[in-house]
């Protein structure tokens, strides 16, 4: 299957600092990227819809200005989670769509996923 | 209301036999894919199989299978000859929706833990 990857795949950081996390697909260009949140023994939550070119689209509950999203190329996107709190440790996952028109359109391939942690 | 549902939190199999992990999902569009996901205690999220509302036919990709039951709004994942490797968390998703800017986004069930016995 195609190859997504995530950068870095662990943070630490101090509470109040902003934290970068990239999304990159290797094999694939992908005009549309996700971004989801997991907290632990619990399910993935989409935060996110990343558009090449275009603003992201947030789901209802995040807010924007904590979550700063870009997509600057048809392969990378990334999370910056400003002025980092304790409540926003948890587990940061990305994944990619190809492009429609070809086979396995359908279906959505994962980063490894990134565990922050703010103290 | 949940969109989708995984009414089992764990499920023991012994080895090198099958299991069924549970999976309804709820929707009034009539074209949406239904997903499923291995996550192992690593975190990665491993694409299983996927079946499209409009698939004749149940899909299979080698000791997956899925049980598609259009009518009960239920899609069953089935792993045959289970191995200790399928330990894992189990996700089953749904995508909505045939277009848009949005296309793609996918909806996560609660998951379910395997766990298989030696």
């Known amino acids: 299957g195609a190859v997504v990857s995530q950068h870095p795949s662990r943070v630490i950081c101090k509470s109040g600092t902003s934290v970068k996390i990239e999304c990159r697909s290797l094999?694939?260009?992908?005009?549309?990227m996700f971004w989801y949140r997991q907290f632990p023994k619990q399910s993935l939550m989409l935060m996110a819809t990343?558009?090449?070119?275009?603003?992201?689209?947030?789901e209802q509950g995040v807010e924007k200005d904590k979550f700063l999203i870009n997509h600057a190329s048809l392969t990378l996107s990334t999370l910056t989670v400003t002025s980092a709190h304790p409540e926003d440790s948890s587990f940061y996952i990305c994944?990619?769509?190809?492009?429609?028109?070809?086979?396995?359109?359908?279906?959505?391939?994962f980063g490894p996923g990134t565990r922050l942690t703010v103290l | 209301a949940q969109k989708i549902t995984q009414t089992q939190p764990g499920m023991f199999v012994q080895e090198k036999e099958a299991v069924t992990l549970d999976c309804t999902y709820d929707?009034?569009?009539?074209?949406?894919?239904l997903f499923w996901y291995k996550q192992p205690s690593s975190g990665e999220m491993i694409f299983l199989i996927y079946?499209?509302?409009?698939?004749?036919q149940n899909a299979t990709e080698g000791r997956y299978s899925l049980n598609f039951q259009k009518a009960r709004k239920s899609a069953n994942l089935v792993i045959s000859a289970s191995q200790l490797g399928d330990s894992a968390m189990y996700f089953c998703?749904?995508?909505?929706?045939?277009?848009?800017?949005?296309?793609?986004?996918?909806?996560f069930g609660q998951g379910t833990i395997l766990t298989v016995h030696p």
């Open positions: 990343s558009n090449e070119g275009s603003k992201a689209t947030y």
């Open positions: 079946q499209g509302s409009y698939d004749q």
């Open positions: 094999d694939f260009q992908a005009t549309t």
């Open positions: 929707t009034s569009d009539p074209s949406y894919g």
């Open positions: 994944s990619a769509r190809p492009p429609q028109g070809g086979k396995n359109t359908d279906t959505q391939y």
């Open positions: 998703a749904m995508r909505e929706g045939a277009g848009g800017t949005s296309y793609g986004k996918l909806t």
